[in-house]
């Protein structure tokens, strides 16, 4: 089975940095995703990790360490419109099913 | 990136009735879909794996006789919701991705709604 954690929300301030964590429990790992969710909208892509480290993406950042089931989501410069809900999602060797994880409700104020 | 689609957005139905929802990847072909259901404030569930070409591969919980999937082409799949009752009022989105191990592509979702 998988287990996929993350805080249910989080509120930040216009143009600070917010940290959205996620950690898994996993069998077959082959990657991990962030997502974006607006209200009533289907899922973004916003970034992918399979490999430990750091990766960058304009004002987006996510960060994985596959021995710890751990990856981070860094939104830089909030806006009022990263307002959204986060969807960390794991994907498994075993027909490339990606599981999410219950997302992280956040809400950015001015 | 590439373009996933499904109709209807919207789909109202009265209880009983026969609910199909349609998702085509509009400028690739995509030998495996994935059906999700996501209800108010929470995540998205994976409901099945759809195949082309054979049957649907249904997560655990997840009834086949009622959730029929038939994914004919490779830019089709169809998701029938069979004697709908209220509880399965939700948001099914599908998604598609180009190759094995790629990025996925979600549609724009279909909200169903069964009174």
């Known amino acids: 089975g998988q287990n996929i954690d993350q805080p249910t929300e989080m509120t930040a301030t216009e143009g600070a940095i917010v940290q959205i964590n996620c950690t898994y429990q996993?069998?077959?790992?082959?990657?991990l995703f962030w997502y974006q969710q607006h209200a009533g909208e289907a899922p973004t892509f916003l970034s992918y990790?399979?490999?430990?480290g750091l990766e960058e993406k304009g004002r987006f950042s996510s960060f994985l360490s596959r021995s710890k089931g751990y990856s981070y989501l860094l939104l830089k410069e909030l806006q009022m419109k990263d307002s959204a809900s986060y969807l960390c999602?794991?994907?498994?060797?075993?027909?490339?099913?990606?599981?999410f994880g219950q997302g992280t409700e956040l809400s950015v104020k001015p | 990136g590439a373009v996933v689609s499904q109709h209807p957005s919207w789909v109202i139905c009265k209880s009983g009735t026969s609910v199909k929802i349609e998702c085509r990847s509009l400028?690739?072909?995509?030998?495996?879909m994935f059906w999700y259901r996501q209800f108010p404030k929470q995540s998205l569930m994976l409901m099945a794996t759809?195949?082309?070409?054979?049957?649907?591969?249904?997560e655990q919980g997840v009834e086949k006789d009622k959730f029929l999937i038939n994914h004919a082409s490779l830019t089709l799949s169809t998701l029938t919701v069979t004697s709908a009752h209220p509880e399965d009022s939700s948001f099914y989105i599908c998604?598609?991705?180009?190759?094995?191990?790629?990025?996925?592509?979600f549609g724009e979702g279909s909200r169903l709604t069964v009174l």
């Open positions: 998604s598609a991705r180009l190759a094995p191990g790629g990025e996925l592509f």
């Open positions: 996993t069998s077959g790992f082959n990657g």
């Open positions: 990790n399979v490999l430990d």
């Open positions: 999602a794991v994907r498994r060797n075993q027909g490339g099913k990606l599981i």
């Open positions: 400028d690739f072909q995509a030998t495996t």
């Open positions: 759809s195949n082309e070409g054979s049957k649907a591969t249904y």
